[in-house]
């Protein structure tokens, strides 16, 4: 059988172009992935430009450390998703990087959940871990969407999109502009 090598990134972009409602170039795509965050300027099938990435650590992955902190499971993005749920997410003021052009870093937001964590007693901890959730969750996804956005004014694309494990984050999915 012959060898077709495949970009795997470039795997959750063509998923777009998939029935029963592909999406056609061209397009702002952000791709979320426990291993990848990239916000990609789609021009064509086939052919996109990376505008910016993660500088450490990605969404999903953020999503997955932040989990284990909480004690939680795994995949920790859907068991964050799925507390968060009954949680306060303004409970807790979790900061969103600003780093340089369209990049990304979660980070500082892990080390602020891991302070968070280590501040409360044990009981305290119990009572609070869906606000700590929530508040995390909203933090993650505020920075993915503020990206998008100035990713999308910075192409001009009247459409955006979003691949990857992370786009089945329910509260991404409700803020997506």
């Given at each position: ?9 470039e795997?959750h972009?063509?998923?777009?172009y998939l029935?029963?409602e ?13 291993g990848?965050?990239?916000?990609l ?15 450490d650590d ?6 997955d ?15 964050i998703?799925?507390l ?5 997410p ?15 870093s ?9 302070y968070a964590?280590?501040?409360l007693?044990t ?8 606000d700590l959730?929530?508040?995390y969750?909203?933090?993650i996804?505020?920075?993915l ?6 990713a ?6 009247e ?7 992370v786009a ?7 803020a997506?502009?």
């Open positions: 059988l012959p060898l077709v090598p495949v970009d795997h990134l795997g972009v063509a998923s777009l029935e029963p592909p999406v056609e170039p061209p397009f702002t795509c952000l791709l979320a992935s426990g990848h965050t990239l916000l300027a789609v021009r064509e099938r086939g052919r996109s430009e990376r505008l910016g990435t993660t500088l990605a969404a999903g992955e953020a999503f450390k932040g989990a284990r902190l909480l004690g939680l499971g795994y995949p920790g993005g859907a068991a998703d799925r968060a749920q009954e949680g306060d303004t409970a807790f003021d979790f900061p969103v990087a600003r780093v340089p052009g369209l990049d990304f979660f980070s500082g937001l892990k080390t602020a959940l891991l964590v280590r501040e007693e009981s305290e901890l119990e009572a609070r871990t869906a959730a929530a508040s969750q909203r933090a996804v505020r920075a969407v503020e990206r998008l956005r100035e999308a004014e910075a192409t001009g694309f459409r955006t999109a979003v691949v990857g494990g089945a984050n329910s509260e991404l999915r409700v997506m502009p």
